[in-house]
């Protein structure tokens, strides 16, 4: 049995997995003769479906690790940015800083990732400045031009 049957919703494939055992049971003291039966029936069938859950999800972590060790090994990119982002109504602007890296296979995780508020501009530019000596040959990228819409 795979995991593969977690990530489908109304049999299409799908990104994410949410796992749901559930199953109604009542006391046995409350039972009577007749419905043991039911009862035990629904028991052993939770049992079936928590062991198949159980060995999708070794599965699922055998391949979490496969993962770990293709990124770990894994040829790639950093690429370090400031970016001006302006508030909706002009109520100000945020700067950040980020060192993104950029896998392969595309696959993006940001190393670092610093708010300044508008009044700390030249405190952003500054660390920017800093990370880029830090890091001689980084590709950079400046975004911090006022939009076209802005006033």
């Not at 049971?25 to 049992?47: G, Q």
């Not at 972590?61 to 302006?86: F, G, H, M, S």
């Not at 405190?123 to 890091?135: C, D, G, I, P, S």
């Amino acid at each position: 049995m795979s995991y593969d049957h977690l990530f489908r919703r109304y049999g299409s494939p799908g990104a994410e997995a949410d796992i749901r055992i559930s199953g109604y049971l009542l006391r046995p003291e409350k039972l009577t003769a007749d419905k043991v039966r039911h009862y035990d029936e629904s028991a052993a069938r939770i049992i079936a479906e928590c062991s198949a859950m159980i060995q999708a999800l070794q599965e699922y972590r055998q391949d979490l690790a496969a993962r770990y060790a293709q990124l770990a090994t894994a040829p790639y990119r950093e690429r370090l940015e400031i970016e001006r982002d302006p508030h909706w109504r002009n109520q100000g602007v945020d700067y950040y800083v980020r060192i993104v890296r950029t896998y392969e296979d595309g696959t993006t995780v940001k190393e670092l990732n610093e708010h300044y508020s508008g009044k700390e501009r030249r405190k952003a530019l500054a660390r920017f400045e800093e990370l880029k000596k830090q890091r001689p040959g980084i590709e950079t990228v400046q975004d911090i031009q006022r939009r076209s819409w802005e006033r």
